[in-house]
C-alpha cells in the first residue's frame, strides 16, 4: 500500500532521477508538474471545495485526506487498462499495465471532497502521484453522486499521444501482463484485485474488470507460470 510520506517532495524527485537515469526521460520535473497543478487551478475558484475522481487505486488506497467520499458516476468516460508501468507494477522486459480513463461509455467510482483549506495540499499530492510520467490529462468533469447531487470532479484521463499509452491492446494480451508483472510496487494482478474488490465493495460492477479478474485467474492456474506471450499486432512496451 502506498503510504503519505512516500509522496514527499523528496521521494517523488528521487523517483524521477531514477527513471530518468533508466532512460525514461518522459518523466516530469518539479516544475513541470507544479505547471500543470497551476494550470488546473485555474479552473478553480479559491475558496470553494475541489473533488477528486477515483476509480482505481485512488478508491482503495486514497493517501490524501478529504472531507467526504461519495459513490458516484461520470458520463463519457471508461476505466481501460492502456498504458505501460516498466517501473512500479512491471519490469521493461515484462512491463505492467495501469489505469487510466479513455473516451466512451460510462464509469463509477468514488468522489472526494477536498475542503477548502485542504485543496492545495492535496492536490499537489495527487498531482505527485498521478503526474509522474505524463500520461495522464488532467479534466474537470461532471459527476453524479449517489446521493443526487451533481458536482465537478478533477480526474485523469488518458494522453494517448504519450508513448506508455497501449490502448488497442486485446484483452488476452492485457491479462497476460497484468497476471505476470511484477515491480518494485508490487505486482500488477494486486492493483486489478484491490480495484475489483473495492468496486464490489461499494455496488460497481463493471464487466470489463470482471472479465480481466477471471481471464488472470485461468492464466495464473495452480502453479503462476507463464505461459508462451501472445502475440497482438504492434502492440510495444514502454519506450
Not at 77 to 99: N, Y
Not at 105 to 117: D, F, K, N, S, V
Not at 137 to 166: M, N
Not at 172 to 190: K, L, M, Y
Request: charged share 25%.
Amino acid at each position: 500500500m502506498l503510504k503519505r510520506e512516500e509522496l514527499s517532495h523528496e521521494r517523488i524527485e528521487q523517483i524521477v532521477r531514477d527513471a530518468h537515469q533508466a532512460g525514461y526521460d518522459f518523466f516530469l520535473t518539479a516544475e513541470q508538474r507544479e505547471a500543470s497543478l497551476k494550470e488546473a487551478l485555474a479552473r478553480y475558484a479559491p475558496g470553494d471545495d475541489a473533488w477528486v475522481f477515483a476509480y482505481g487505486s485512488l478508491m482503495w488506497n486514497p493517501v490524501i485526506e478529504y472531507a467526504e467520499a461519495s459513490p458516484c458516476l461520470v458520463e463519457g468516460v471508461r476505466r481501460s487498462f492502456c498504458f505501460w508501468t516498466p517501473m512500479g507494477r512491471g519490469t521493461p522486459e515484462l512491463p505492467g499495465l495501469m489505469l487510466a480513463l479513455e473516451e466512451g461509455g460510462r464509469c463509477e467510482g468514488i468522489a472526494y471532497r477536498l475542503a477548502p483549506h485542504q485543496v492545495r495540499s492535496e492536490l499537489a499530492i495527487v498531482w505527485n502521484r498521478e503526474m509522474l510520467s505524463g500520461v495522464y490529462k488532467p479534466r474537470w468533469i461532471p459527476a453524479r453522486l449517489r446521493d443526487g447531487r451533481t458536482v465537478t470532479v478533477v480526474t485523469f484521463e488518458v494522453d494517448t499521444s504519450h508513448c506508455q499509452y497501449c490502448g488497442d491492446l486485446s484483452m488476452e494480451r492485457a491479462a497476460h501482463h497484468i497476471a505476470f508483472a511484477e515491480g518494485r510496487r508490487g505486482a500488477c494482478r494486486d492493483y486489478l484485485i484491490n480495484t475489483a474488490v473495492h468496486a464490489r465493495a461499494l455496488g460497481i460492477h463493471d464487466p470489463y474488470i470482471e472479465e480481466l479478474m477471471e481471464r488472470v485467474a485461468r492464466l495464473r492456474g495452480d502453479d503462476a507460470k507463464p505461459p508462451a506471450l501472445p502475440t497482438d499486432g504492434d502492440a510495444k512496451a514502454a519506450e
